[in-house]
């Protein structure tokens, strides 16, 4: 098979779908790696490596498309990629199709076979290739936060661990899934007083079993969370009801309980956040204030790091992306469940329920 790797063309993406190493794995196993020159330069890999690697190098992305028989991509194929997309050409990546009608029938109209990371589902019922993503935004969640509460940044002047003496900041994490989990254990390393709040007791339970002393679990509530907003110096929002909208937990009234100065990352802001008054901000002019409370509302944080971000998506990318080009991708879904899970466009059909729902196409 012919893999092709196309350099990202969306706005603040630095990441690439392919590490050099992935590329001589499909060369080892007897594909054909073709790469757009620079498409990892955003995350620090040379040209070079990739062709040492034994990936074809080619200057454009004209090129890739008219060549691969499959793409392997990072973000949504953007509508000037469209029309380079090829009937039953395979593009693995993610889709996020439900946010967008015009992505979704550019696909259709592509004849693409459209496989989507953050639909893969694997045995135990978790989203494999979204996870690295949630564990770069909960931890980088801190590290903005931290940044944030500086005074030239607008933020109280607050130093999350304290000093001797001085208490540490009080963070209140909205939501211990993926993301509240990795927020809280590097908050907890800084020091700084970490309260997560979920409605899941399982997972508190769990939460307060392998959480250091300075992290608190409590159970989200109404009562809870206004109480947590007069302590807090940071909130981060980082709830998810899987498939919908994410709950408003902190409306704008709430926001008077707040600390002037004080910071909210709406991490959830993707799923159009639990902050009533969040909305997506990019890299480029990240933060806004509303009654003298600063939001950083980033909708895709990890971009911000791209190589980090780049390492920790392409490993788990790449043992599917392998599995489908040595079976081919008719035999890859018959054999397997969680792949038909990240199927969602074949050839002209949707083939994703919540996909066909949201704009009412046939499934
Ligand atoms: P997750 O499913 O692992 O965790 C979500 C948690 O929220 C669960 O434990 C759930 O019980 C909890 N929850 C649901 N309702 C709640 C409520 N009312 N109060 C408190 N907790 C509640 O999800 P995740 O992987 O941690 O992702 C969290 C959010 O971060 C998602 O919206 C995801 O899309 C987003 N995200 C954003 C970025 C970005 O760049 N902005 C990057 C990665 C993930």
Redesign the pocket.
């Known amino acids: 098979m012919i893999v092709g790797i196309p350099k990202e063309v969306k706005r603040d993406e630095y990441r690439v779908a392919l590490l050099p190493v992935g590329a001589e794995e499909f060369v080892r196993a007897g594909h054909q790696v073709i790469i757009e020159k620079d498409s990892g330069i955003g995350s620090g890999l040379t040209n070079e490596q990739y062709l040492e690697a034994g990936a074809t190098l080619v200057d454009t992305a004209e090129e890739v498309f008219a060549q691969a028989d499959m793409i392997m991509k990072v973000k949504e194929p953007q509508p000037e990629e469209f029309a380079l997309i090829r009937k039953g050409q395979i593009v693995f990546t993610y889709f996020h199709f439900a946010a967008s009608k015009e992505l979704t029938q550019g696909m259709i109209d592509s004849g693409a076979i459209c496989l989507a990371y953050e639909t893969l589902r694997d045995q135990r019922g978790t989203l494999p290739l979204?996870?690295p993503?949630?564990e770069v935004?909960?931890r980088m969640s801190i590290q903005e936060g931290a940044k944030y509460l500086e005074k030239p940044q607008m933020g109280q002047g607050i130093l999350l661990g304290g000093v001797p003496g001085v208490a540490p900041a009080h963070i209140t994490i909205?939501?211990?899934?993926?993301?509240?989990a990795n927020a809280a254990k590097i908050a907890a390393g800084f020091n700084a007083d970490v309260n997560i709040?979920?409605?899941?007791m399982d997972?508190l339970r769990y939460l307060d079993d392998v959480m250091p002393p300075n992290v608190n679990v409590l159970f989200?509530d109404r009562h809870v969370i206004r109480h947590q907003l007069q302590l807090a110096d940071l909130v981060i929002g980082?709830?998810?009801?899987?498939g919908a909208k994410?709950?408003m937990?902190v409306s704008r009234e709430d926001l008077k309980l707040m600390k002037p100065g004080s910071v909210i990352i709406d991490?959830?802001?993707?799923?159009g956040g639990c902050i009533e008054t969040s909305h997506p901000t990019s890299h480029s002019d990240p933060t806004y204030l509303i009654d003298d409370v600063l939001h950083y509302c980033?909708?895709?944080?990890?971009g911000a790091v791209g190589r980090t971000s780049t390492f920790a998506l392409c490993n788990v990318t790449l043992p599917w992306a392998l599995r489908v080009a040595k079976n081919g991708i008719e035999k890859s879904l018959a054999e397997s469940p969680e792949l038909q899970t990240a199927l969602n466009i074949h050839t002209g059909r949707v083939t994703n329920q919540p996909v066909a729902a949201t704009f009412d196409l046939p499934y």
Do not use: K
């Open positions: 979204l996870t993503m949630s935004a909960g909205l939501g211990g899934g993926i993301v509240g709040l979920d409605i899941n997972r989200s980082a709830v998810l009801i899987p994410a709950p937990l991490v959830a802001v993707d799923q980033v909708a895709n944080m990890p």
